[in-house]
T-cell receptor
């Protein structure tokens, strides 16, 4: 059973371009979370999605950022018109149904975005 | 505002020695507390999880404690190994109606030296 997959692992964009980050959850998981980690900072929650639904996007900037988790295919975090401040590591985590104690989120390896 | 504070920020110990990492939190409504290990360039991996009623939880050489009254937790690592070098992150879960959200500490960067 493959773990959470993220691609690309590294992404370089120039200011003003678009960045698309992909996350394939663990097999059987229908819940996806996106987090951002700035250098020397802890992970910060951005958005929580279930298949085709955004449950909580309170941590995601209102402008330029969007996320989706379609019925088929990976979850996508899209950042439009990137700025240097968007440079960070973006982690995706997935979890299964909330029937087991702890409800552990399993993290992917992250995508490191660098904006030049 | 939910917050998780960890100390120390970084720590260097000799291989074979023990160490204890600290975590203080103000998260409500509290659901559970996890310690994660994050190797450089990798995603966090769960080490332990404790609910309100649990005081201690072990996972091999890792032992976590929780004092829900004082809102403090610790992670004790015994007989450290070079592979323990990583960032250790305290993560507290708050339970909302139907789902949970996680608040992450900044982590303690541990370096185990030969």
């Amino acid at each position: 059973n493959a773990g959470v997959m993220q691609n690309p692992r590294h992404l370089v964009r120039r200011r003003g371009q678009e960045a698309r980050l992909r996350c394939s959850p663990m097999k059987g998981h229908s819940h996806v979370y996106w987090y951002r980690q700035l250098p020397e900072e802890g992970l910060k929650f951005m958005v929580y999605l279930q298949k085709e639904n955004i449950i909580d996007e309170s941590g995601m900037p209102k402008e330029r950022f969007s996320a989706e988790f379609p019925k088929e295919g990976p979850s996508i975090l899209r950042i439009q018109q990137v700025v240097r401040g968007d440079s960070a590591a973006y982690f995706c985590a997935s979890k299964g149904l909330a029937v087991f104690k702890g409800n552990t989120q399993y993290f992917g390896p992250g995508t490191r975005l660098t904006v030049l | 505002k939910n917050q998780v504070e960890q100390s120390p920020q970084s720590l260097i110990i000799l291989e074979g020695k023990n160490c204890t990492l600290q975590c203080n939190y103000t998260v409500s409504p509290f659901s559970n507390l996890r310690w994660y290990k994050q190797d450089t360039g990798r995603g966090p991996v769960s080490l332990t999880i404790m609910t309100f009623s649990e005081n201690t939880k072990s996972n091999g050489r890792y032992t976590a404690t929780l004092d829900a009254d004082t809102k403090q937790s610790s992670l004790h690592i015994t007989a450290s190994q070079l592979s323990d070098s990583a960032s250790y992150i305290c993560v507290v879960s708050a339970r909302h109606s139907g789902y949970s959200t996680l608040t992450f500490g900044k982590g303690t960067m541990l370096l185990v030296s030969p």
